[in-house]
């Protein structure tokens, strides 16, 4: 009986191989190394709904082309809460590591910058920028804690607990993504506790930033060959020589990015309210109503994407209510005068400070030039309806009062005059001969009540 012909392990292993290679399983993901480009994006300004939006698109872009790192190129003042933790969200789950640069030289990482920083897995820095003041807005800066003999540790008064609620949870969301990426997390919580700021310089001395780099090829030279701690494991950046290529946010997220300025967005409030109301006041000029009507959606659009307060919202549309009732009944102008206080008062308490960690407000000089505007604006139009109720009417009934005219017949207490080159049936209190001027006094349907002009005069 033949034996069965025995299948060596070496043959074993080169199919398993064969498998592991056409399943793709071959070797450990953290291992291969990615075949794209390394992928560029830049924010300036604000962080917004916009900006999340953007790096959740260049993350899915860089998954999808295999790129071995993002590079995120930031200059922000701070921005919106909830959009900063989107964006943490995103690079702590991302399949592609990515490199935060604050650059160019004069940019800044403040407030949402520096979470951002402290969340990427690589964090650099141009020479000549600076990040830190990551303390939230809504509480402004507090003083630092007290370090007088016997006071150390001391409890403070109960009425501070929603502040020091809301800063100890700002100050260990810091420090524990210091902890996550190896950082300086005494540092994190004095930017917070603080508004403690630093330069390039120093942010690389005290550990608080990776790479200090001018250029980009500058900062991929550096990170190149670093090991980053990722979703799925460690990895080894592979950067160094790679092509480099920007990523463009598109027009949809750059006109986003725009009018969600609190300023843009008011102004494009301001430009469709009055836009409609001429409108209004002149119907079929249609520019007005249509340059309006988009300004006012855009203005809409923006208000959707930013933390807006009920109580502004409500002022606003009062004060819209109020001046569109002062144009269908203009009157001395108190509907029109309180529309524009309500309007004005709106604008200021509008948008919600504490959903940001920057200024967000409509800056004082332009509610107080819209004010002007609109000022200047309803004193037009009730200059214009006050010289109209003054005019001297020349249409309808009204027109024949006071028009001269000539008898051309009379006989018993009535007869025919000429007014306006018109031939009418007259009435008048005494006799009137054939040719004498007279004045019409009243108008009753197609008859005229007459005065001879030589009697009206005396």
């Known amino acids: 009986m033949q034996r069965p012909q025995r299948v060596r392990p070496t043959a074993i292993r080169r199919v398993w191989l064969l498998l592991g290679l056409l399943l793709g399983l071959g070797e450990p993901a953290a291992a291969r190394e990615p075949a794209g480009p390394v992928l560029v994006i830049e924010i300036d300004g604000a962080i917004g709904v916009a900006s999340a939006e953007f790096l959740d698109k260049a993350l899915a872009e860089a998954r999808v082309r295999d790129a071995p790192a993002l590079v995120l190129r930031l200059d922000t003042p701070g921005g919106l809460v909830t959009s900063t933790r989107v964006m943490i ?222 109580a502004g919202v409500a002022l606003l549309l009062l004060g819209v209510a109020l001046m569109v009732a002062e144009a269908f009944t203009p009157g001395i102008g108190i509907l029109g005068l309180g529309g524009l206080v309500a309007f004005a008062a709106g604008a200021l308490f509008l948008f919600d400070p504490a959903a940001a960690d920057f200024d967000l407000r409509v800056a004082l000089p332009v509610v107080i030039a819209a004010t002007g505007v609109s000022a200047l604006l309803l004193m037009g139009v009730l200059g214009a309806a006050m010289g109209a109720r003054r005019r001297k009417v020349v249409s309808g009934a009204e027109a024949m009062l006071g028009a001269e005219g000539e008898v051309v017949s009379w006989r018993d207490g009535h007869g025919t005059v000429r007014v306006l080159g018109e031939l009418w049936e007259a009435r008048a209190a005494r006799p009137l001969p054939p040719g004498s001027a007279v004045r019409v006094t009243e108008r009753k349907g197609l008859v005229l009540t007459v005065e001879p002009i030589a009697e009206g005069r005396s």
Request: proline fraction near 7%; aromatic fraction near 6%.
């Open 89 to 310: 969200k995103a690079i702590l789950g991302s399949a592609t590591p990515v490199i935060l640069w604050v650059a160019p030289a004069g940019a800044r990482a403040a407030s949402a910058g520096t979470y951002l920083s402290y969340a990427a897995h690589v964090a650099a820095m141009a020479p000549g920028t600076h990040l830190g003041a990551a303390t939230p807005i809504a509480l402004g800066a507090p003083p630092a804690p007290s370090r007088e003999p016997g006071r150390e540790g001391e409890r403070p008064p109960a009425g501070d607990a929603a502040e020091r609620k809301v800063l100890n949870d700002a100050i260990a969301y810091l420090r524990s993504l210091a902890q996550l990426r190896g950082r300086n997390a005494e540092w994190a919580q004095e930017a917070v506790e603080k508004a403690a700021t630093l330069t390039a310089e120093e942010a690389a001395a005290r550990g608080v930033v990776d790479i200090l780099a001018g250029t980009i090829e500058e900062l991929l030279d550096k990170a190149h060959g670093r090991t980053v701690k990722m979703a799925e494991g460690e990895r080894v950046l592979d950067v160094k020589g790679r092509p480099v290529e920007s990523l463009d946010p598109g027009l949809r997220l750059r006109v986003m990015q725009a009018i969600a300025d609190p300023n843009i967005a008011f102004i494009l409030l301001l430009v469709g309210v009055y836009g409609i109301l001429f409108e209004f006041w002149n119907p079929g000029t249609f520019v007005p109503g249509i340059v309006g009507g988009i300004s006012l959606f855009l203005a809409l659009a923006a208000l959707s994407v930013l933390p807006v307060q009920m």
